[in-house]
């Protein structure tokens, strides 16, 4: 998680400032205030009075960084378009916000979101861990979407012996991190806690992902697109978000919103295309104002594979395995 200073707050205004703080001090964390006209900080989460923003003050929300639009007054217009945290109405969107920041844990925790349904998440979120495990880091891949599931039987881990989220009941905080990880079902080197048929409409338990994030180098959340709306599973936990998306105008639409829900996230854009009809994927980023992370090839043989048993991953020379180890590299987690 991000060392130093936890929060920042660009604002001259006593009402803004005291506003901002007084969550903080709920957070345990002290607040750093920059006038007007400042440059952007080091911080990990950075806060910008809208009503004070200046035409000459240096951009402050970039992609990739955590940050919030914050006033006491209601009506203001973010000048991107994006959501404002008026306080104190949303005190307790913005000390979830402060928590994330602040939290110190092991590993890091990486999200992995569809644009649309059929985009291929759960493949790709199962490579990228299966890849974390290839470059000998210690990784678990926890399946979010407890209403559908599914994870285990696309991995083929369905008979695996080992704790499911339903096993862990009541009992989930009394887990030791290193048993708790010893007790999940192990896939090519991944530990994996999935859902089954007794947990749809079970709760994810957060003391959980503490325990798997305190056992582990990196974390994967194989999330379902209700985890990506504000103040959700995505922004309360996760280090960076990868939204996939294919090159059609239905995903353009899902990123777009997955891009306005989680702003002032570390939301990055991975994309498979490009489509018969000659979007591209960085037409897809440009329409939505994020970096595109990576583009990769369809893997067509993949759906056909699947239904012989084939795992993801198991094409090891294919895009999704070519795309998992670009993905590590830029998100420094190579060896």
Do not use: K, N
Request: glycine letters at 12%.
């Amino acid at each position: 998680m991000m060392s130093g200073v936890a929060v920042a707050l660009r604002s001259s205004d006593p009402a803004v400032v005291e506003a901002v703080r007084s969550v903080a001090v709920l957070a345990e964390q002290p607040l750093v205030v920059h006038p007007p006209g400042s440059a952007l900080p080091e911080a990990g989460l950075v806060l910008d009075s809208v009503a004070e923003l200046g035409a000459a003050d240096p951009e402050w929300h970039r992609p990739s960084r955590r940050f919030a639009w914050v006033a006491v007054e209601h009506g203001l217009q973010a000048p991107d378009g994006g959501p404002c945290l008026v306080l104190p109405d949303t005190a307790e969107e913005l000390l979830t916000r402060i928590r994330a920041v602040s939290v110190s844990r092991r590993a890091r925790v990486i999200g992995v979101v569809g644009a649309r349904g059929g985009a291929g998440a759960s493949s790709l979120a199962a490579v990228l861990a299966r890849t974390c495990a290839d470059a000998r880091l210690s990784v678990a891949l926890v399946d979010a979407d407890l209403d559908h599931g599914g994870l285990e039987v696309l991995i083929g881990s369905e008979h695996e012996a080992g704790l499911r989220w339903a096993d862990l009941g009541q009992e989930q905080g009394g887990y030791a991190p290193e048993e708790l990880s010893a007790g999940l079902p192990s896939w090519s080197g991944v530990r994996v806690l999935s859902g089954d048929l007794r947990s749809v409409g079970q709760a994810v338990s957060e003391e959980t992902l503490t325990a798997l994030g305190d056992a582990h180098d990196v974390v994967v959340l194989d999330l379902p697109r209700s985890a990506a709306r504000a103040g959700g599973l995505a922004g309360r936990w996760c280090d960076v978000v990868l939204a996939l998306a294919v090159c059609d105008v239905q995903s353009a639409a899902g990123v777009q919103a997955l891009a306005r829900s989680l702003s002032g996230l570390d939301l990055r854009l991975v994309v498979r295309g490009p489509a018969p009809g000659g979007l591209q994927p960085q037409d897809l980023a440009a329409s939505c104002g994020l970096p595109l992370l990576a583009a990769m090839s369809p893997e067509r043989s993949l759906p056909a594979a699947l239904e012989r048993g084939v795992a993801p991953g198991d094409h090891r020379r294919g895009p999704l395995v070519r795309s998992s180890r670009r993905i590590l590299e830029l998100l420094g987690l190579a060896p």
